[in-house]
């Protein structure tokens, strides 16, 4: 089983749809982070969770919500978004987080569209 | 704040040459940890390297090295003889603390290398 793993991998979706990312880890790692990757823009933090605990919310607008029910999964769920929403968006995880937490792994990523 | 710089957007070779890809970073903490990554066209960032600021030792991992001049605050990392698999866009990167207090991987814009046949 790869380290990191993300679903769906391409997402194509309407302004006024709700839809979901999943994100999963079978590293034993604590921590887990979402990025968005945009063309030509650095890749940005968006979420970070510490032990299923929210510790970073990059001042994300509210129509993505981000859900982390265990330290394997990560999920984003996804409502009324904006066609300058799409990107690619990638989860990691890492031991714990903090400088000494150790090295974030990353997951495939889903590239996401919307219309 | 956390800045790194890689200056070189894209950068073709021909399969064999070396290629040295460039990173510059900027930070006020003394400790601090630096990264790269490749990502190939499939999409997802691998991990190549992690190196704490109190490491300066170069580092070789098959063709692959490291150079860290902490004088010139730069981590700059050789490809020798690349190869068409080395095509991908590599990242720099550098760990920083957010505003929200949490440490975040601070990323350079990337290279994207081109190595042909």
């Known amino acids: 089983e790869t380290g990191v793993t993300q679903t769906p991998r391409h997402l194509v979706m309407g302004m006024t749809n709700k839809k979901s990312l999943k994100c999963e880890q079978h590293l034993g790692h604590n921590a887990m982070y979402w990025y968005k990757q945009s063309a030509k823009k650095p890749l940005e933090l968006m979420f970070v969770y510490n032990f299923k605990e929210q510790t970073e919310n990059n001042s994300v607008p509210s129509r993505f919500s981000p859900e982390c029910p265990n330290s394997s999964h990560l999920f984003l769920h996804l409502h009324t978004l904006q066609p300058e929403d799409s990107a690619l968006y990638l989860c990691a995880s890492s031991q714990h987080e903090g400088l000494a937490g150790g090295t974030q792994y990353f997951g495939p990523g889903t590239r996401l569209t919307v219309l | 704040a956390q800045k790194v710089t890689q200056a070189q957007t894209e950068i073709s070779v021909v399969e064999k040459e070396d290629v040295t890809l460039d990173c510059v970073y900027e930070t006020r903490d003394t400790t601090y940890y630096l990264f790269w990554y490749k990502q190939p066209p499939s999409g997802e960032l691998v991990f190549l390297i992690r190196?704490?600021?109190?490491?300066?030792q170069n580092e070789i991992s098959g063709r692959y090295s490291w150079n860290f001049q902490k004088s010139t605050s730069s981590f700059n990392f050789t490809i020798t003889a690349s190869q068409v698999v080395d095509s991908a866009v590599y990242f720099c990167a550098l760990s920083g603390v957010s505003q929200g207090g949490s440490e975040k991987l601070v990323f350079g814009k990337g290279t994207k290398l081109t190595v042909n046949p």
């Open positions: 190196r704490n600021s109190f490491d300066e």
